[in-house]
């Protein structure tokens, strides 16, 4: 029998009734490019968008996706309300305590964005400045790790990346800090945007999931046979335009992080 990947795109804050029930509900913060948004036709497409439906279609599993604040994917996976989360989701030891993922695919940092006529250089630059990051996010918690460190006057949080560039443009916000691949993306043919500094905080990106899924197993597998046969590695390219590196986790088969 043919496996037909059926995709019911969601455009919510929350979970609806579907008139049909897809074997995996996959969560995804659905205003992160390049890794999941809407396209022209209201279509959610994007690099991991492509990886689950990649992963789904081995599996011989239907999928749905429902867009979720970033901030929410965890009590939607906690709870079971969704089977998969993806949005750059970044494994750190304080998740891995109440959500399991499968092994990472992605290897990034994160990034100080301005306007380019803004003479911040660097992130010692931002004393008494107001700085934007995204609710929940890596990001969020390095500025709050760092506060005492470069005196930021005040931190504004949104729920995705444009209202944050839309702001910063504005005047509302001085710099931006998230996750440097998103915002590259982003600004690719924006000239009046640019990345002033690289945050290294060799984060990892996977599929996040509940700690006892039963699924887990099987997509990790999927995940590992993906990279060898270099399908990871084409999205890559697909989205990013680059070629992986080589030694990074889109390519390289690494362990589950626990």
Not at 30 to 59: C, H, M, S, Y
Not at 107 to 128: C, F, N, R, W, Y
Not at 129 to 145: I, N, R
Not at 147 to 154: D, G, I, L, R, V
Request: hydrophobic residues 45%.
């Amino acid at each position: 029998m043919n496996l037909k990947v059926l995709l019911s795109i969601t455009v919510a804050t929350a979970f609806s009734a579907s008139t049909w029930a897809a074997d995996w509900t996959v969560g995804a913060n659905a205003g992160n490019v390049p890794w999941e948004f809407q396209d022209a036709t209201g279509e959610i497409v994007g690099f991991e968008v492509d990886l689950v439906n990649e992963v789904a279609k081995r599996a011989d599993k239907t999928v749905e996706f429902v867009n979720i604040p970033f901030n929410g994917l965890f009590s939607a996976v906690q709870s079971k309300r969704a089977d998969i989360a993806i949005s750059s989701i970044t494994i750190t030891p304080k998740r891995l305590e109440s959500v399991g993922f499968a092994q990472p695919y992605y290897d990034s940092d994160q990034s100080l964005a301005t306007l380019s006529d803004s003479k911040i250089k660097g992130v010692e630059d931002m004393l008494g400045k107001v700085v934007g990051v995204d609710t929940g996010s890596t990001g969020d918690m390095w500025v709050g790790a760092h506060q005492a460190e470069y005196k930021f006057s005040s931190v504004s949080r949104y729920e995705g990346l444009s209202p944050a560039m839309l702001d910063l443009a504005s005047g509302r916000l001085d710099g931006y800090i998230s996750d440097i691949p998103a915002v590259l993306y982003y600004i690719r043919d924006k000239p009046q945007y640019k990345v002033v500094a690289r945050i290294a905080t060799g984060e990892k990106y996977s599929l996040m999931h509940a700690k006892d899924w039963e699924s887990a197993a099987l997509v990790n597998d999927i995940i590992t046979a993906m990279k060898k046969e270099g399908v990871i590695a084409d999205l890559h390219k697909k989205w990013f335009g680059a070629e992986a590196d080589p030694d990074s986790s889109t390519v390289k088969v690494v362990d589950v992080l626990k």
